[in-house]
């Protein structure tokens, strides 16, 4: 049975759609849930015509995501859900895969866009590579697209 949940959200309502599901069955099983958000700073953009260079405030960037996931951990804990929360930086499948073995987690639930051709091909997929590389099994749920 499973007993700790990694669960990748972005501050997106699609990445947040698995939250529902996670509800219904963590309090039951007496799960936990790790919350998780991957930062990824932008490049460094030098400013056209001046020495300027600007840069992520990489540590605007963390206390935004570390506050976005205390409010969605504090709504699991209201439903008797022991749930806590990492801040990764990097690439999203890595630091993803990289969680789950840190976190010690037996399942990585997360939402997808569910793209298929060329939309996959544009925009990659992190859902397709945690499923891939995965040393635990993972739950996808595929929201339609809207548009």
Known sequence: MYRRALVPVDGSPLAEAILPFLIDIAAPLEMAV???????????MAVEGTRHVLMADLGKLRREADDYLA????????????????????????????????TGADLIAMSTH????LGRL?????????LREAQVPVFLMRQANSG
């Open 34 to 44: 790790v919350l998780m958000r991957v930062v990824e700073p932008s490049p460094p």
């Open 71 to 102: 409010s969605l951990a504090s709504r699991l804990r209201a439903r008797g859900i022991t749930a806590s929360c990492e801040v990764r930086v990097g690439r999203p499948a890595e630091r993803i895969l990289e969680a789950a073995r840190e």
């Open 114 to 117: 569910g793209r298929t051709g």
């Open 122 to 130: 544009l925009f990659g997929s992190v859902a397709e590579q945690v």
